[in-house]
């Protein structure tokens, strides 16, 4: 068994740090779409800028994941599925923010109200509610992992 433990734990490390530049990457493509938004005013830039940052946030979930599962030794982790489940509600944010922030935007803007339902991008959700659904396999997986300690 702890043999397994540090095999898990070499085969964590690197991608511990790759998640740690996506991070990185996404939160300043987020900043640089934001910079645009403000500067010259590209409205496509604010959608750009909140699925950098939202995406950003995801993935560090992800790597809090890779660094609970190196140090317990366990994926089937109560705090691996609330990390989880947090990431899968970043995503669902994440997909539809734009759509309202979009709107809210063209609001101040115009004045105006308008609703333009082709803009609303519905894989991103439908991602998040997927994290979603393994989130909850993992918690079939940690009673199961309960199951067997009690038994071994």
Not at 30 to 55: M, N
Not at 58 to 87: C, E, H, Q, W
Not at 100 to 109: D, Y
Not at 131 to 147: A, K, N, T, W
């Amino acid at each position: 068994m702890e043999n397994r433990s540090v095999s898990l734990k070499k085969r964590i490390c690197a991608d511990r740090y790759i998640s740690l530049v996506f991070v990185a990457v996404e939160f300043a493509i987020g900043l640089w779409q934001a910079v645009r938004l403000i500067s010259e005013k590209d409205e496509f830039a604010l959608k750009r800028s909140i699925h950098a940052f939202t995406g950003a946030l995801a993935i560090f979930f992800i790597f809090m994941i890779l660094n609970r599962v190196s140090k317990t030794g366990k994926p089937f982790d109560s705090t691996v599925i609330n990390y989880l489940r947090a990431a899968a509600l970043t995503i669902i944010v994440g997909g539809v923010l734009p759509f309202f922030a979009t709107m809210v935007l063209g609001v101040v803007k115009d004045s105006g109200f308008s609703i333009e339902i082709g803009n609303i991008d519905i894989l991103i959700p439908l991602v998040g509610v997927a994290l979603g659904i393994v989130s909850e396999i993992f918690v079939y997986g940690r009673d199961l992992q309960e199951d067997n300690d009690l038994i071994a």
